[in-house]
């Protein structure tokens, strides 16, 4: 991965002060000393859940880069979170998917706890003892909110919630989830009909099964949780009943795209260094492979694509620390990033011909790792739908620029050092 800069392109540094640029250091060698030799065993075990990056990551305050000082986060923001998934993926996308995913429910918290919700919380995730997960995918519903059938049931000071999610991320580290759940009568409206919920992962009838394998991603649990009248109190409600529709989607579209983003961009890197190295050392007939047009062809593509994501990723979350409306940004952001990494990945496997078979070949990985950036948050036709509204000009909610206010205390002074 040496072809990668270590220090930050110019083309990004308009987005970067000097703390996030002490931050991109501070990621690199932490992905080489801790995250780079638990790789490869990451991907001997696909069976085992990685839960000592977790830890070290969370140490380091990590999973609170975007909470205030005022609960003991960073208060760093979403330049700075970009910058830990991106540069942790480059060596490791399953590395990178736990911050990200844990990132997810925290920002909902941000945006939608009360104050009292917010200290109860978020100083466990800025001291690494609680990681978090968010709960929405359903078995039958998948990505459609609409369909969701876990409900939750009013029991004097307390709420019952019954069904299942799947392909829940951190689902075996979380120490609390945020699920949202039904919690009106079948035939309302959607946007009133839901609730977000926090559950403790030790409340009575919650199970969590044992960890299975994907394609990728080795070494991160994305599994499945049944929820059995699980009794929550009504202090566990995060906003208001029936905003739950405003909880998911928001955090989607604010945490969850920018930082697959981020995913898509250091495996794109990877993909892109990894080409390189192999092509410059790879004899044929009296040079080596670097010096066939054609192939310097397709590694004109791969660089072109690599340079426009780069600037996609970091451009919508300045935009976003701005409080500016960026919603479609972020969106294009994931939609393009994946797209472009997919690509690449797909063309470098194409370049290495029979050696990008080698199950020990780093490349593999990365082809499979790629893909798990395509299906959470919105597939790519929803990424086009969104797109399209934005089009339009029919994209009425500027999550945005809706939450900006809200999120203006915790907003860094893009001044400082």
């Not at 800069?5 to 060698?29: C, G, K, V």
């Not at 429910?105 to 009360?114: M, T």
């Not at 495996?267 to 004899?283: C, D, Q, S, Y």
């Amino acid at each position: 991965m040496s072809a990668t800069p270590a220090t930050p392109p110019p083309a990004l540094r308009p987005y970067l002060t000097a703390r996030h640029e002490l931050l991109w250091d501070e990621a690199d060698a932490f992905a080489a000393e801790h995250v780079a030799p638990r790789a490869v065993r990451m991907e001997a075990a696909p069976g085992r859940v990685e839960r000592k990056v977790a830890d070290l990551m969370a140490a380091r305050g990590w999973f609170a880069v975007t909470v205030p000082a005022a609960f003991g986060g960073l208060g760093a923001g979403h330049v700075a979170k970009t910058i830990l998934v991106h540069r942790i993926a480059r060596v490791s996308a399953a590395a990178a998917a736990i911050l990200q995913a844990s990132l997810i429910p925290v920002g909902a918290l941000l945006h939608f706890a009360s104050y009292e919700q917010k200290g109860r919380w978020l100083p466990r995730v800025a001291d690494g003892s609680l990681l978090l997960s968010i709960a929405v995918t359903e078995p039958l519903a998948g990505g459609h909110i609409g369909g969701i059938e876990t409900t939750a049931e009013r029991a004097g000071n307390q709420w019952v919630i019954t069904g299942s999610k799947i392909h829940i991320g951190n689902s075996h580290l979380a120490g609390a989830h945020l699920v949202i759940a039904r919690t009106a009568k079948a035939g309302a409206s959607t946007s009133q009909a839901l609730t977000a919920f926090m559950v403790e992962a030790d409340r009575p009838g919650l199970s969590v099964p044992g960890h299975r394998a994907g394609l990728g991603l080795h070494g991160f649990s994305a599994g499945r949780l049944d929820l059995d009248h699980v009794r929550v109190p009504d202090d566990n409600v995060v906003g208001e009943i029936g905003q739950g529709l405003s909880v998911a989607q928001s955090s989607s579209i604010l945490y969850g795209r920018p930082n697959l983003a981020a995913v898509s961009l250091g495996i794109h890197e990877a993909v892109v260094a990894t080409t390189t190295a192999r092509l410059k050392t790879r004899p044929r007939y009296r040079g080596i492979l670097s010096d066939l047009p054609v192939l310097r062809d397709r590694i004109g593509a791969m660089e072109a694509r690599l340079r426009a994501g780069r600037i996609l990723a970091y451009q919508s979350v300045h935009l976003l620390d701005q409080g500016l409306p960026c919603d479609a940004d972020l969106i294009n952001a994931k939609y393009l990033g994946h797209q472009w990494a997919a690509q690449s990945a797909q063309d470098s496997m194409e370049l290495h011909g029979a050696h990008a078979l080698d199950r020990d070949y780093v490349l593999q990985r990365l082809w499979r790792d790629i893909q798990y950036t395509y299906p959470p948050a919105g597939t790519g036709e929803v990424q086009r739908i969104r797109l399209a509204d934005a089009a339009f000009d029919e994209d009425h909610i500027q999550w945005s620029e809706r939450l900006a206010a809200e999120a203006a205390w915790a907003r860094p002074d893009p001044t400082a050092a």
